[in-house]
């Protein structure tokens, strides 16, 4: 089995539900999200804000980007934190001239990044250690730069995901300083005092975002991808796939902008280039092939709602047969295309694979005149971040229902129902 990808940035949506289920998996031609360098300068970035006497991070990132600390300096500093039975970070005051004083700038920075974090959510951390670090800034430079950039913003939506996912709430935030110094004046660990999050029900326990984050990624960068021999599942982009076949293929993220890629949506040349590569992809499966695409994705820390690719509409529709059929509409035309599906016979849904699902049309229009969480059209909620609004159009259902909500001064807004918790005030 092998699941094909677009974007390296993809691999980590796929990795992570891979781990999490424990099926074995091997990223064929390239390293995994969690071993990518950027990725790991990032997290030593957090680590040092959490922190800041972690050695390993502090090694990774004291000289990178480059801020003229040179292996001279190191050794003095390892040298001296040592005889002294200290950090590399408490040794720093003992190294004189001017890598002493490049080593001050690069403390001075953490600690500026972690001052300047407190109060902020864990997206909103990463995505500000990313610039203030000077990452950023340096991958933007690099001729190969795009594609890192791109790992960093999933590294974003990967801690979204995550604080989500294990109950923290996305907007748990730091707390003020005066209740964290009193917290750490108590003798509870750093990493306890840097986020204020509910405890939990059972132990009590209290556990910073960041720090359960930065411990769920090592897991994840452990030693657990497949072994040479072993049964697994097989993961790589479209490129890495050329000449390899399967007797199972899934391609995943079909998605307008994603493949075909954005950059290449808009130039002939670039678009059939795009439609080469779903050639290739395509010819990989020997047997069964599976299409999909995602209704929604986390992109920058927002929830995008995406179109379908338009390499669907060029596949002759006798050789597709869907699966699982999406009856929302999502202003991509679901609901349009369940109908004509129906009418022609056939199902709607993933794609080409074993059975099919079907439903009556009486059924489908009486859930698209639904209202989910029994909100309405026109209804006055409240948001605990932008205040009171007015439902302008409701759409979906169940775990997929979301709302366009027009809170005035922070405008329209789109929000998955699920997540956002709206409290009707009328």
Same mark, same amino acid.
């Given at each position: 089995?092998?699941?094909?990808?677009?974007?390296?940035?993809?691999?980590?949506?796929?990795?992570?539900?891979?781990?999490?289920?424990?099926?074995?998996?091997?990223?064929?031609?390239?390293?995994?999200?969690?071993?990518?360098?950027?990725?790991?300068?990032?997290?030593?970035?957090?680590?040092?804000?959490?922190?800041?006497?972690?050695?390993?991070?502090?090694?990774?990132?004291?000289?990178?980007?480059?801020?003229?600390?040179?292996?001279?300096?190191?050794?003095?500093?390892?040298?001296?934190?040592?005889?002294?039975?200290?950090?590399?970070?408490?040794?720093?005051?003992?190294?004189?001239?001017?890598?002493?004083?490049?080593?001050?700038?690069?403390?001075?920075?953490?600690?500026?990044?972690?001052?300047?974090?407190?109060?902020?959510?864990?997206?909103?951390?990463?995505?500000?250690?990313?610039?203030?670090?000077?990452?950023?800034?340096?991958?933007?430079?690099?001729?190969?730069?795009?594609?890192?950039?791109?790992?960093?913003?999933?590294?974003?939506?990967?801690?979204?995901?995550?604080?989500?996912?294990?109950?923290?709430?996305?907007?748990?935030?730091?707390?003020?300083?005066?209740?964290?110094?009193?917290?750490?004046?108590?003798?509870?660990?750093?990493?306890?005092?840097?986020?204020?999050?509910?405890?939990?029900?059972?132990?009590?326990?209290?556990? &910073?975002?960041?720090? $359960?984050?930065?411990?769920? +990624? #090592?897991?994840? /960068?452990?030693?657990? %991808? *497949?072994?040479?021999?072993?049964?697994?599942?097989?993961?790589?982009?479209?490129?890495?796939?050329?000449?390899?076949?399967?007797?199972?293929?899934?391609?995943?993220?079909?998605?307008?902008?994603?493949?075909?890629?954005?950059?290449?949506?808009?130039?002939?040349?670039?678009?059939?280039?795009?439609?080469?590569?779903?050639?290739?992809?395509?010819?990989?499966?020997?047997?069964?092939?599976?299409?999909?695409?995602?209704?929604?994705?986390?992109?920058?820390?927002?929830?995008?709602?995406?179109?379908?690719?338009?390499?669907?509409?060029?596949?002759?529709?006798?050789?597709?047969?869907?699966?699982?059929?999406?009856?929302?509409?999502?202003?991509?035309?679901?609901?349009?295309?369940?109908?004509?599906?129906?009418?022609?016979?056939?199902?709607?849904? &993933?794609?080409?694979? $074993?059975?099919?699902?079907? +439903? #009556?049309?009486? /059924?489908?229009?009486? %859930? *698209?005149?639904?209202?989910?969480?029994?909100?309405?059209?026109?209804?006055?909620?409240?948001?605990?971040?932008?205040?009171?609004?007015?439902?302008?159009?409701?759409?979906?259902?169940?775990?997929?229902?979301?709302?366009?909500?027009?809170?005035?001064?922070?405008?329209?807004?789109?929000?998955?129902?699920?997540?956002?918790?709206?409290?009707?005030?009328?």
């Amino acid at each position: 089995i092998a699941v094909l990808y677009r974007s390296n940035a993809q691999s980590r949506v796929i990795e992570g539900a891979l781990f999490n289920a424990g099926v074995p998996y091997r990223v064929y031609g390239g390293l995994r999200f969690f071993e990518r360098a950027e990725i790991k300068h990032a997290l030593a970035y957090l680590r040092l804000i959490e922190n800041p006497n972690d050695d390993t991070s502090f090694l990774r990132v004291v000289n990178f980007p480059t801020r003229g600390i040179g292996a001279r300096t190191m050794e003095l500093l390892q040298d001296a934190a040592r005889s002294s039975g200290r950090s590399l970070w408490q040794g720093v005051g003992a190294i004189a001239g001017k890598g002493g004083s490049n080593l001050g700038a690069f403390t001075a920075l953490v600690d500026a990044m972690r001052d300047a974090t407190r109060g902020l959510t864990l997206r909103e951390i990463i995505e500000h250690v990313v610039q203030a670090s000077g990452l950023a800034d340096f991958y933007r430079n690099e001729k190969e730069g795009a594609e890192r950039l791109e790992n960093l913003d999933e590294l974003v939506n990967a801690a979204e995901a995550f604080v989500t996912q294990e109950g923290f709430g996305k907007d748990a935030v730091a707390l003020p300083v005066d209740e964290q110094a009193g917290r750490i004046a108590e003798g509870l660990p750093a990493a306890v005092a840097l986020v204020d999050t509910q405890p939990d029900a059972e132990t009590g326990e209290i556990m &910073s975002p960041l720090a $359960a984050f930065l411990t769920h +990624a #090592a897991l994840e /960068a452990g030693d657990n %991808q *497949a072994q040479a021999g072993q049964d697994a599942v097989q993961l790589m982009t479209v490129h890495a796939a050329k000449g390899l076949e399967f007797d199972q293929v899934f391609i995943t993220g079909l998605e307008e902008g994603l493949f075909p890629h954005e950059n290449a949506a808009a130039d002939l040349d670039g678009l059939e280039e795009e439609r080469r590569l779903m050639y290739v992809a395509i010819t990989r499966a020997r047997k069964r092939l599976y299409l999909s695409f995602s209704q929604t994705r986390m992109l920058h820390g927002q929830t995008r709602y995406n179109l379908k690719s338009r390499f669907f509409d060029e596949l002759p529709e006798t050789a597709l047969k869907w699966l699982t059929p999406k009856l929302q509409g999502f202003g991509s035309g679901y609901a349009r295309d369940y109908q004509a599906a129906w009418q022609r016979g056939s199902g709607l849904g &993933s794609m080409v694979g $074993a059975g099919r699902v079907a +439903a #009556a049309p009486a /059924a489908f229009e009486a %859930q *698209a005149r639904s209202t989910p969480n029994g909100l309405r059209s026109g209804q006055g909620v409240f948001h605990t971040k932008f205040g009171e609004g007015v439902i302008v159009t409701l759409e979906g259902s169940g775990a997929d229902a979301r709302a366009q909500v027009n809170f005035g001064r922070h405008g329209m807004k789109w929000l998955a129902l699920s997540v956002a918790k709206l409290t009707p005030v009328d």
